[in-house]
């Protein structure tokens, strides 16, 4: 079993990079460590890799993902994208969308161009590899979460127009945000899929080919998403009875609410778990997120239920300004969003911060900003 651990440096990239091909033939199982990280060494067998999940709630798992289903994802990605290409690597590589970026260019036959992450994500830098990148010519493309493309939009979008796809996954992107990056000629495709799934795939709410979804619910009532296919994860390590709930007669059961619209996209709307009741309706944080990031003066919103004497829970946003010198007044927010939403999904606070706590690969950390509205308001 080789362990890497991964500071952000190229150099544990390249020894990950290593570990990885020789897995893929059959070489001994990688286990890519983050900071704070830390497995028992058991071994799990040649030809697979261990990969850590942080799981927004139920605690930290270790999923066990073979050759194949890594294969079947990237083969499958490139199939959809339109050919193998070359890859520029900006998320940790810890992570599954990082793992996929290096095996995705070994199936092509090239390495990946690497930014260095010990001092965390430098759009400068990104550009400068963005330019090497496209002047070795073919197909080029790169993998992102939100903030960062924010960041890059932010300061210079030209860095990612060359690109034949741009991956935006880790976190729900805004649809404003989208907008913004095709209206400056990105190429960006949303990605859904996890750590249990080796990484998105589903791409703009349709699924890679191989992979089935299964939706329990309607077009107007949410249900819980369930994925099949090759690129399933064989389940978590040391752990049957986990493995055994999750994962049935070849389905995986994950913990987001979605559904499909008149043309049968998939539409994600969160995590079951994050579902807020108040006044005895349910409302998605999601679809309420999507609604306040669509307004102007909004960059990113986190919507959580706080605890209320009357209404159970009180839907609650944090959204975070475009512009901070010129934040939104969370009155007009409020009053724009009620024209949008159903009564029980408008906020019945809104509050403007300057950031929000992130998690993992950039998701926003709903439980933290939980906390700290309840701790503001003790």
């Not at 270790?62 to 070359?86: D, F, I, K, M, N």
């Not at 759009?123 to 073919?138: D, E, I, K, V, Y």
């Not at 060359?162 to 400056?184: I, K, N, Q, Y």
Request: hydrophobic share 45%; net charge neutral.
């Amino acid at each position: 079993m080789r362990v890497i651990h991964c500071d952000g440096s190229p150099e544990a990239v390249w020894e990950l990079d290593a570990a990885l091909q020789a897995m893929l033939t059959g070489g001994d199982a990688v286990v890519p460590l983050g900071s704070g990280q830390a497995i028992q060494p058991r071994n799990p067998g040649p030809g697979q890799a261990v990969l850590g999940t942080s799981g927004s709630t139920g605690g930290h798992k270790w999923v066990q993902l073979r050759a194949a289903a890594l294969r079947a994802s990237a083969e499958a990605t490139h199939t959809r994208l339109g050919g193998p290409g070359r890859w520029l690597l900006a998320l940790p590589t810890e992570h599954v969308a990082g793992v996929q970026v290096l095996v995705r260019a070994a199936l092509a036959g090239n390495r990946p161009a690497v930014l260095d992450l010990r001092g965390g994500f430098d759009p400068t830098s990104f550009g400068l590899a963005a330019h090497r990148l496209r002047s070795a010519g073919g197909r080029c493309y790169t993998a992102l979460v939100p903030i960062q493309l924010i960041r890059l939009l932010d300061t210079d979008p030209d860095r990612l127009a060359g690109f034949d796809a741009v991956l935006v996954g880790g976190a729900a992107a805004p649809t404003e945000l989208l907008r913004r990056a095709r209206a400056a000629g990105v190429r960006v495709v949303t990605t859904y899929g996890m750590t249990e799934t080796a990484g998105g795939c589903v791409y703009d709410g349709w699924p890679l080919d191989g992979v089935e979804v299964r939706v329990n619910g309607t077009e107007t009532d949410p249900g819980s998403i369930e994925l099949a296919g090759p690129m399933l994860a064989t389940g978590y390590l040391d752990a049957p009875e986990q493995t055994a709930v999750a994962f049935q007669d070849g389905w995986f059961q994950t913990s987001d609410l979605g559904r499909r619209d008149g043309q049968g996209r998939l539409q994600v709307l969160g995590r079951a778990d994050d579902v807020i009741v108040t006044g005895g309706l349910n409302v998605a944080p999601a679809e309420v997120e999507a609604v306040l990031a669509g307004l102007p003066g909004v960059a990113a919103a986190c919507v959580v239920g706080l605890p209320d004497p009357d209404w159970g829970e009180r839907v609650t946003a944090v959204v975070i300004a475009t512009d901070p010198g010129r934040p939104p007044e969370p009155g007009a927010l409020r009053a724009a969003a009620g024209r949008l939403l159903t009564g029980a999904q408008v906020p019945k606070e809104i509050v403007v911060l300057g950031a929000l706590p992130l998690r993992g690969v950039g998701k926003p950390d709903r439980r933290a900003v939980r906390t700290m509205l309840v701790a503001r308001d003790r």
